[in-house]
C-alpha cells in the first residue's frame, strides 16, 4: 500500500491563480480530511468528508472548496489564492468514525506559497 | 468547544536526559488525547492515544503519557533522550472515539543535545 499520498510537494502561486492540491489514498478509507499547518498554530482543519458524495466544514473553510466523487480521492481547491494561504497541506485518511478508535494516517504534506 | 495547549514552543535536552513535553486540555466532554511526532519534511505519526481506557499509557518508541483529569493534562515524557528523538511533537484532541476531527496544539520542537 502507498497510503496517503500528496501531489505536488511544492508549489508556488501568484495572487489569484487557482489550484487544486491532490490527495489519493489506497487504505478504502471512507474518512478524509485537509488540514493546514502555520507555524505556531499548529494544524488547522479545513474541511473533512465521510464517504463519497459528502463533505463538511472544518475550522477554517474559507478560500477552500473540495469534493469527493470516489472513496480514493479527495482534492482541495483553491479558486482565488491569497498569500495568507501560504502553508503546509496535509491530507488525512482513517476508516469511518465509528464507536472505536480509528488511526488517522496523515499524507507527506503539500508546500504551498502564494506570493 | 474544545482545545489545548502546549507548554513552550522549544524544548532543549541532553542526550540520555528525561523528556517532558507538556499538554493541557480544554473540553467540555470527555475527550480524546492524542501525541503526534513530526519528523522533518515528513507527515504526521501517531506516537500515543488515550481512549477513556487506562490514564498511563504507553506509546512508540519509548514515549508515555498520563491522562490526569484533575489537572486537565496529559504530559508526554521518555526517560532518556536519544538524537532520534529530535521532532516536532503535536498534542491532539478529539471529542470523537475515532479520532477524526482532531485540534491540534501549536506544537514543541524538540531538540536533543549531544
Known amino acids: 500500500n502507498a497510503g496517503v499520498t500528496q501531489t505536488p510537494k511544492f508549489q508556488v502561486l501568484k495572487t489569484g491563480q487557482s489550484m487544486t492540491l491532490q490527495c489519493a489514498q489506497d487504505?478504502?478509507?471512507?474518512?478524509m480530511s485537509w488540514y493546514r499547518q502555520d507555524p505556531g498554530m499548529g494544524l488547522r482543519l479545513i474541511h473533512y468528508?465521510?464517504?463519497?458524495?459528502?463533505?463538511d466544514q472544518g475550522e477554517v473553510p474559507n478560500g477552500y472548496n473540495v469534493s469527493r466523487s470516489t472513496t480514493e480521492d479527495f482534492p482541495l481547491r483553491l479558486l482565488s489564492a491569497a498569500p495568507s494561504q501560504t502553508s503546509v497541506y496535509f491530507c488525512?485518511?482513517?476508516?469511518?468514525?465509528?464507536?472505536?478508535?480509528?488511526?488517522?494516517?496523515f499524507g507527506p504534506g503539500t508546500r504551498l506559497t502564494v506570493l | 468547544a474544545q482545545s489545548v495547549t502546549q507548554l513552550g514552543s522549544h524544548v532543549s535536552v541532553s542526550e540520555g536526559a528525561l523528556v517532558l513535553l507538556r499538554c493541557n486540555y480544554s473540553?467540555?466532554?470527555?475527550?480524546?488525547l492524542f501525541w503526534y511526532v513530526q519528523y522533518p519534511n515528513q507527515g504526521l505519526q501517531l506516537l500515543l492515544k488515550?481512549?477513556?481506557?487506562?490514564?498511563l499509557v504507553k506509546g512508540i518508541n519509548g514515549f508515555e503519557a498520563e491522562f490526569k483529569k484533575s489537572e486537565t493534562s496529559f504530559h508526554l515524557t521518555k526517560p532518556s533522550a536519544h538524537m532520534s528523538d529530535a521532532a516536532e511533537y503535536f498534542c491532539?484532541?478529539?471529542?470523537?472515539?475515532?479520532?477524526?476531527?482532531?485540534?491540534f496544539g501549536e506544537g514543541t520542537q524538540l531538540t536533543v543535545n549531544p
Open positions: 488525512a485518511s482513517s476508516a469511518l468514525p465509528s464507536g472505536s478508535y480509528n488511526e488517522q494516517f
Open positions: 487504505m478504502n478509507h471512507e474518512y
Open positions: 468528508s465521510v464517504g463519497a458524495g459528502i463533505t
Open positions: 473540553s467540555s466532554v470527555p475527550p480524546y
Open positions: 488515550y481512549t477513556s481506557a487506562a490514564t
Open positions: 491532539a484532541v478529539s471529542k470523537e472515539t475515532s479520532g477524526s476531527r482532531l485540534t
